[in-house]
């Protein structure tokens, strides 16, 4: 994993949260939209807010993409799971909506998660189940073949 | 009781096929920073977009966001959207074993539960 790699995993995070942080606080400023008036929804788009909101999840799925172009999505997943973190203390700071123990519990569970999977390799060889093993034990030649794995995909 | 559950397992299914065929069409691709350099932006998004895995994809991400509003109009969204999301976690990482071959080692297995658990918290 590169710097650049990390930035991107980091982009995913920031943009998850703060895009449907942005959506969230928009449409509470319009008040209830009935499903009987589209229209409404339509409007909706075009407000500050809204439409920030979905900018930002547009460059979330482009970095997502991206991500998982050179990672495996059951490290994309977790690692990125870090915008509900990020989520939950702009709900708390910044909506001044009520944040519960058990949610802050929620908090140091996601986080801890996180720390699970980014200490292991962002991508494994899928090619036999000889160098799966290797990387599941840690082994020196898992490393190499991950490094080979990388020098393939670049 | 059942409807819950039905509405539930209609969207983690839903998106759990849309992030394995996604992720799938991905590996197809190659890397995307790679690609960016030699076709630029245009180039890589043509090589996303006209992938067929990729089209599947988003057509199951499209019918698990239409099942999640569709759960959200019969129950509380407190209830479906912790439930579904942490669900998803999980079977994802079961569905990457079987069908992307990933190496899901005990490290991932423990990120998958420990941060379904903590999106099932962060209902309460």
Redesign the interface.
Known sequence: MTF?RYVVLGVITLTASCGDTFLSRGMKAMGPVS?GDPGALIHAIFSPWVAAGIVLLIGFFASY??A???A???????AS?LG?VIM?LLAKFWLGEHV?T??W??????????G??T??PSY???SGPAE?AA??AGTPEAGAAERAAEEV?? | MLATTSMIAAIVVTATAG??L??SA??Q??????IRQRSGIPGAAWA?VTNGRFGLGIICLALSFFSLLFAF?HRDLSLIGPAATSLT?VT??VA??LF?????????W??????C??????A?
């Open positions: 650049r499903l993409l991206t998982l172009s050179w495996d999505l059951t490290y994309v997943l977790p799971s509900y939950t519960s058990m949610r519990l929620g908090v140091v569970f996601i986080t801890a998660g996180v699970f999977v200490r292991g494994t060889d899928h799966a990387i599941e995909r670049r | 992030d394995i996604t992720a991905m590996r691709v190659g890397d995307l920073d790679a996303v109009s976690f994802n990482a990457a074993k992307l071959r990933e190496n899901v080692d005990r490290r991932r423990m990120a998958a539960v420990f941060v658990v903590g999106v099932a918290l962060l309460f």
